[in-house]
Structure formats: C-alpha cells, structure tokens
C-alpha cells in the first residue's frame, strides 16, 4: 500500500509540472484531473487517519499495534501534505524571475 501510495503521488507531482509547461488548452483537463485525484486521494488520507485512529483505540496493550497505526498515521499526513503542496512548489520553481 506503502508504495502505490507513493507511486500515485510520483505521479501527480510529475502532473503537476506538465501543467507548468503545457498550453491552455492542455492546461484545463490536465487540471481536472490533478483536482480529481487531489480529492480522491484526500479522501483515502482521512480514511486512513480514522481508520488508524480507531486501530490505535483498540490495540489495547499491542505495542506493535500501536506502531503501525501511529506510522499509518504519519504516512497519511506525509500523502495529504505532498498532494496540497505540489502545485505551490511548482508555481514557485516555475515562475519567472524577476530582475530588480
């Protein structure tokens, strides 16, 4: 999971630098689909975060149980943060200098 994880926000990081350089009429469905998957994703974020949140109130005395949902937890937030961040990085790498 780990790694479809991390491959789908490869993946909508790499979405979101073609948007930087692509024209207008590219533009637009390229960032319907990035919005799309931006809230699909959210969704699965929250998801796990609940579903985490209730494996850590049940683990009981599970040390190891605890562990997992606490990284569980973390990969989650690390996944929300990189899927609403990436179009600012991109804006800020892409934007032109200005000369002063």
Do not use: C, H
């Amino acid at each position: 999971m780990r790694r479809q994880l991390v491959a789908a926000l490869a993946l909508l990081m790499l979405a979101s630098v073609g948007i930087a350089d692509a024209a207008d009429d590219i533009k637009a469905p390229i960032t319907k689909i990035y919005d799309l998957m931006k809230v699909i994703v959210s969704v699965l974020g929250m998801i796990a975060i609940t579903a985490a949140g209730a494996m850590y109130m049940f683990s009981g005395s599970n040390i190891q149980a605890r562990e997992s949902a606490k990284s569980m937890v973390s990969y989650a937030v690390v996944g929300l943060v990189l899927v609403w961040v990436a179009p600012l990085v991109v804006d800020y790498l892409t934007a032109p200098v200005v000369a002063g």
